[in-house]
Structure formats: C-alpha cells, structure tokens
C-alpha cells in the first residue's frame, strides 16, 4: 500500500469517528486531524487496531483505533465479554477482576470496563482504589474468577495506558485466549454492540480483604525470619515513583520485620504526571536519584523501588567505597534466585523436584546456578505469561522456587501469576539481612555469586523506531539480520544461531540443524559465539523500538578483580554492539 492509499483508508476510519456516537471531545480530535496539513498524527491514530502483544493492550492516549480511549477500551472489553460468555456458558456466574493503577483515565478506563463486562452478565470486583498488577492475579485466583483486566502501562511514559487481560489462572493471556479475543474484539464493528449501560447489583467493590489476605501469603515465602529480626533496624529507602506500590509494600516490609523504611515524601504522591522522574521506568539510573540521595543522607543499606503498577523492582547497594550502584536486571533475578536456591540448601529442603525459570535473553549464570544445586531451569520466550505458562505445565509435576526475566521482573511465590514487586522487594531486604549475618553487604554478595559461578556482563540496548515508518524499519532490520548474520563479533566467531521464528538451531561448525522445543513461534533471533557470548535480537511486542540484549563471559580471577573485569566487559560489550552497528 503506497502512501497516498494509505492517507485513504486511513481518512475513511477517522471519518466514522465523527459520528454522533462518539463524544464532543473525540469529535473534535478527530476533526482537527483530519483538516491538518500535517497527516502523520492522523495516520499514527489510525492505520491500525491496538493489538494484544506480549503485555496485553497498549498505546498513547487519545483519539483514533490505534489510541487508547473509552471506545477502544470498550471493544476490547465487550469482546472478552462475549468470549467470555461463549466459553464459560456452563457456570451459573462468570466474575472477572478489574484492577487499575494511578495513570490518567486508568479509574475512569477501569469503572467502563466494570460497567462493560456487568451489562454483559458477568460479575465484576472492581477494586477501590490503584492496586499493584500482582495483586489483580492474586485476586482472580483467591475470587476463583474467569478472568481480569488490569489498566496499567506499567513502566511506560505519562502518555501511555494499557490493558493487560488475565485468564482464570491469574496468568496474561496466551494463545488460543489472545488470539480468539482479537477475533472477538474485532467482530466488533459498531458501537452500537458495546453494551455500556451497567449493572450496579454485579459490581463489588474489593480492597481491605485482599490486601490482608495478600500480604499474610507474601509472608509465608520467608526463608530467614531470625535474620529479618536480628537486622531489624536496617535502614532501607523505598520508593513507588508515584505509584500503587505504595498499597502494601510498606506494610508487607513491617509485616516482615523491617523497622527503618525510609520514605521519598515526593514519590509517594500519586500522580500520573510522574513529576520528579523524566520516566517511571526503575530500569533508568535517573528515575532512582531522589531515593539514593534520600540514602546517602541517612546512610541506608539498599534502596529499593517499584514501578507506577508496583510489578517491576529495582535495588541499589553500596560498593566498597560506600557509593550506590544500581543492581540491572540481570542480576536482581540472579541474586533472588541464588538466595532462594541457596536459602532451599541451607533448610535442607532441596529433593530434585525443584524448578526456576528465565526468559531467552536473560543471563546464562542462573542456569549454572540452579544445575550446580540440582534445580532445574526451564527457559521460556520474554514476558511473565510465558513463565506463567512454564508453571501451569508443570503443575503437580515439579515445585517452582522462583522465576524472572531481565527487565526486572520476578516471580517467588504460586499464588500470583504475573511479576510481583512486593514479594521480591520483600526477599531483597530480607537477602540483605542474611548477607549481613554472613557479613556482607549486597554488593559483596554479587561479587561472591561470579566467583562461585563465573563472570558474567550483560547490557540491553533499545533502538526506538516510532509510527508506522518505524514498524516497517523494524521489520526490514530483522529480515536482514536473518539473511545476512555476522560471521564473528568481538573477534570471536558465530558458532550457533538459534532462531524463534520457525525454532531452527543451527550449529554452524557441524551445519547440524535442531528444532527447539518452545510452544510457540517467535520474532526472536539470538547469536552464539566461541567465547560464550549471548546476542538476542527482538522486537518489542508493546512498544515501537527492538530491542538488543548482550551477555559475555569473562575471566575473573578473583573478587578484587571484579571492577576490573566489569570495564574489561564493558568494551567488550561496546565492541559487539558496534560489530552489530547498534547506536
């Protein structure tokens, strides 16, 4: 489709917005749009329907299919309310959570979803106020519900909100269930199908319960309550960045023995501007400043932090020289995982049914980790639901001790399916305190995990490439990584590739093709080299960037070597993403 044909088409669906159905304010929007000479903002509303990716509905706010706004909010609800309806036509009453966090819109998106799903027969508890992700999965499998919505773009800029559809187990959605709700939602041509009108009598309102219920579980993962109560006066510096973490995770801190959490007064303030941060995102140094200033001041431990949606963690300790470095990704899930591992050991309660799981990208250190313990570890594609999906087939097969992936995300207990910042906030503090009866701090902790285990440095790079443009740039990047891959990086030679998109690993010394045992296809291609080095390529499937993850190996030849073997890594790193002429 050339542009001329896509301004068209384009133009045609924004001119069914301007139609009495839809309200003054997107009539108006649309009509702007429409009459600028400018077209780009009209084509990016439009040229095409939000799409369940790999965290569900995401998108700007605003006017236009491509938007969201109460109309695609609407269709997509009205849609899961017929799948809904259709698969669970058995049960006497189908329920649903619905959840949102601080965002814009995200209460007045949450009450139309209520409302949306009531006049469609199905019982909606609806909590009270924002609530963490976690606590929406937790809720739909305590409430023995069919189903969840939790309206939340997570760590994305102010301009964003989404949808994230849960199933039964507390799990996002996978296929068929997110497949056959797009078919769904799209048969949903007109609004005159969304039932909007609710039903009063099916909404409850849920809060208290939950919480309690929710943080007296969280407590049963506890490994070392002797040392929670002998470090009991560790100073540690939290912050929500504005968001719902606020909701328990202080709480479940004091229920774990922590006496000395630390406030950022400003960050506790709800508000979907994210004024002290340029983004919510606890993955960037700069939306930590104010709590590890907050820490120098009163000389804390560990600073820890959640996303606005309370399911993404970060953490920074002190080095040696007692400034705060940030832990990435990468390391959170490996110290987590190491310290249940390890805490499972010291209790005697490993018996070889023990599993963890990581996604493709995330370092290769856990899995030398869990096999030096006797604990297996699955591998799965990025996002929680493929984790999730991991612990519904091996359930009753296997015991799940932990899972992760490297965009700071972790999962300790069952009784949740999706990442969860409150147990693994809870774990870190709690790591802290065993570290110090073994007298260290986390950083010292880190350095004792490479030593054991081997050196390894990791370092993800997003390159952003918005609108359609971009799409099609992504598309075009992908396809000639795959006909053309680099023969070596970082002088070291390509020894396998493995790609997810028809799951063909090819040893490239034997020319020996394997199929790999995924559930799945995937747009995902990663590069092995002779000296251990991990390169995963991936577009994102909720935002308009791909994304490119680097793991090397090297030596270390002792715990005193570390910093410098972390800037020998660095330029290894930098020479990969150059061979790779990634910017």
Same mark, same amino acid.
């Given at each position: 489709?050339?542009?001329?044909?896509?301004?068209?088409?384009?133009?045609?669906?924004?001119?069914?917005?301007?139609?009495?159905?839809?309200? +003054?304010?997107?009539?108006?929007?649309?009509?702007?749009?429409?009459?600028?000479?400018?077209?780009?903002?009209?084509? +990016?509303?439009?040229?095409?329907?939000?799409?369940?990716?790999?965290?569900?509905?995401?998108?700007?706010?605003?006017?236009?299919?491509?938007?969201?706004?109460?109309?695609?909010?609407?269709?997509?609800?009205?849609?899961?309310?017929?799948?809904?309806?259709?698969?669970?036509?058995?049960?006497?009453?189908?329920?649903?959570?619905?959840?949102?966090?601080?965002?814009?819109?995200?209460?007045?998106?949450?009450?139309?979803?209520?409302?949306?799903?009531?006049?469609?027969?199905?019982?909606?508890?609806?909590?009270?106020?924002?609530?963490?992700?976690?606590?929406?999965?937790?809720?739909?499998?305590?409430?023995?519900?069919?189903?969840?919505?939790?309206?939340?773009?997570?760590?994305?800029?102010?301009?964003?909100?989404?949808?994230?559809?849960?199933?039964?187990?507390?799990?996002?959605?996978?296929?068929?269930?997110?497949?056959?709700?797009?078919?769904?939602?799209?048969?949903?041509?007109?609004?005159?199908?969304?039932?909007?009108?609710?039903?009063?009598?099916?909404?409850?309102?849920?809060?208290?319960?939950?919480?309690?219920?929710?943080?007296?579980?969280?407590?049963?993962?506890?490994?070392?309550?002797?040392?929670?109560?002998?470090?009991?006066? #560790?100073?540690?510096?939290?912050?929500?960045?504005?968001?719902?973490?606020?909701?328990?995770?202080?709480?479940?801190?004091?229920?774990?023995?922590?006496?000395?959490?630390?406030?950022?007064?400003?960050?506790?303030?709800?508000?979907?501007?994210?004024?002290?941060?340029?983004?919510?995102?606890?993955?960037?140094?700069?939306?930590?400043?104010?709590?590890?200033?907050?820490?120098?001041?009163?000389?804390?431990?560990?600073?820890?932090?959640?996303?606005?949606?309370?399911?993404?963690?970060?953490?920074?300790?002190?080095?040696?020289?007692?400034?705060?470095?940030?832990?990435?990704?990468?390391?959170?899930?490996?110290?987590?995982?190491?310290?249940?591992?390890?805490?499972?050991?010291?209790? $005697?309660?490993?018996?070889?049914?023990?599993?963890?799981?990581?996604?493709?990208?995330?370092?290769?250190?856990?899995?030398?980790?869990?096999?030096?313990?006797?604990?297996?570890?699955?591998?799965?594609?990025?996002?929680?639901?493929?984790?999730?999906?991991? #612990?519904?087939?091996?359930?009753?097969?296997?015991?799940?001790?932990?899972?992760? +992936?490297?965009?700071? $995300?972790?999962?300790?207990?069952?009784?949740?399916?999706?990442?969860?910042?409150?147990?693994?906030?809870?774990?870190?503090?709690?790591?802290?305190?065993?570290?110090?009866?073994?007298? #260290?701090?986390?950083?010292?902790?880190?350095?004792?995990?490479?030593?054991?285990?081997?050196?390894?440095?990791?370092?993800?790079?997003?390159?952003?490439?918005?609108?359609?443009?971009?799409?099609?740039?992504?598309?075009?990047?992908?396809?000639?990584?795959?006909?053309?891959?680099?023969?070596?990086?970082?002088?070291?030679?390509?020894?396998?590739?493995?790609?997810?998109?028809?799951?063909?690993?090819?040893?490239?010394?034997?020319?020996?093709?394997?199929? #790999?045992?995924?559930?799945?296809?995937?747009?995902?291609?990663?590069?092995?080299?002779?000296?251990?080095?991990?390169?995963?390529?991936?577009?994102? $499937?909720?935002?308009?960037?791909?994304?490119?993850?680097?793991?090397?190996?090297?030596?270390?030849?002792?715990?005193?070597?570390?910093?410098?073997?972390?800037?020998?890594?660095?330029?290894?790193?930098?020479?990969?993403?150059?061979?790779?002429?990634?910017?």
């Amino acid at each position: 489709m050339d542009n001329q044909e896509l301004l068209k088409t384009v133009e045609a669906r924004a001119e069914k917005w301007l139609g009495p159905q839809y309200d +003054e304010q997107t009539r108006l929007e649309v009509k702007a749009m429409l009459e600028a000479d400018d077209k780009t903002p009209l084509i +990016e509303a439009f040229y095409k329907d939000l799409e369940f990716g790999t965290g569900g509905l995401r998108g700007i706010m605003g006017a236009g299919t491509n938007r969201m706004n109460i109309y695609t909010v609407g269709s997509a609800t009205q849609g899961l309310a017929n799948y809904l309806n259709d698969c669970f036509k058995e049960l006497p009453q189908i329920s649903v959570v619905v959840g949102f966090d601080v965002r814009h819109n995200s209460r007045k998106f949450a009450e139309l979803a209520a409302n949306i799903f009531s006049a469609n027969g199905i019982k909606v508890y609806l909590f009270d106020d924002g609530c963490p992700t976690p606590e929406v999965s937790y809720a739909i499998r305590k409430l023995g519900c069919q189903s969840g919505v939790m309206i939340t773009a997570s760590h994305n800029p102010r301009e964003y909100n989404g949808y994230k559809a849960y199933w039964s187990d507390g799990a996002q959605m996978i296929s068929p269930h997110d497949v056959k709700t797009i078919e769904y939602v799209e048969a949903i041509t007109s609004l005159d199908q969304v039932k909007f009108e609710g039903d009063k009598k099916l909404i409850e309102v849920i809060g208290p319960d939950i919480d309690r219920q929710f943080l007296a579980d969280v407590h049963t993962l506890s490994l070392s309550p002797e040392s929670d109560r002998r470090h009991s006066d #560790m100073k540690i510096v939290y912050t929500p960045l504005h968001g719902v973490g606020t909701r328990l995770t202080y709480r479940s801190l004091e229920l774990w023995g922590f006496n000395e959490v630390i406030h950022v007064p400003e960050q506790d303030i709800h508000n979907g501007d994210f004024p002290t941060v340029k983004s919510p995102n606890p993955e960037n140094h700069e939306a930590l400043e104010m709590a590890i200033e907050k820490a120098k001041k009163v000389g804390a431990q560990i600073v820890l932090a959640a996303d606005p949606d309370a399911d993404r963690i970060a953490l920074a300790v002190r080095d040696k020289k007692g400034e705060y470095q940030l832990v990435n990704g990468n390391q959170l899930v490996m110290m987590l995982l190491n310290y249940i591992i390890t805490r499972n050991a010291e209790l $005697g309660r490993i018996k070889g049914d023990e599993y963890c799981v990581k996604t493709i990208v995330t370092t290769e250190t856990i899995k030398r980790i869990a096999d030096a313990n006797n604990v297996k570890c699955f591998d799965c594609y990025t996002g929680f639901k493929w984790i999730a999906n991991v #612990m519904r087939d091996m359930e009753g097969k296997g015991r799940y001790i932990g899972g992760g +992936e490297e965009s700071y $995300g972790f999962l300790a207990e069952t009784f949740v399916r999706d990442k969860d910042s409150i147990s693994a906030n809870s774990l870190m503090a709690e790591m802290a305190a065993w570290a110090a009866d073994k007298g #260290m701090n986390l950083y010292e902790l880190l350095i004792d995990i490479y030593a054991k285990y081997g050196f390894s440095r990791e370092r993800g790079v997003s390159v952003v490439r918005p609108g359609k443009s971009g799409a099609d740039e992504i598309v075009a990047m992908m396809k000639e990584f795959r006909e053309n891959p680099p023969r070596e990086l970082a002088g070291s030679p390509i020894v396998e590739i493995k790609d997810y998109s028809d799951l063909n690993c090819r040893n490239l010394k034997t020319g020996e093709v394997t199929k #790999m045992n995924f559930p799945t296809t995937s747009n995902v291609l990663q590069f092995f080299t002779e000296s251990g080095d991990k390169i995963s390529i991936r577009p994102s $499937g909720t935002e308009p960037k791909i994304k490119f993850y680097v793991e090397v190996r090297e030596d270390m030849a002792s715990k005193e070597d570390y910093e410098a073997t972390v800037v020998k890594a660095e330029k290894h790193i930098d020479q990969i993403l150059s061979d790779l002429k990634v910017k």
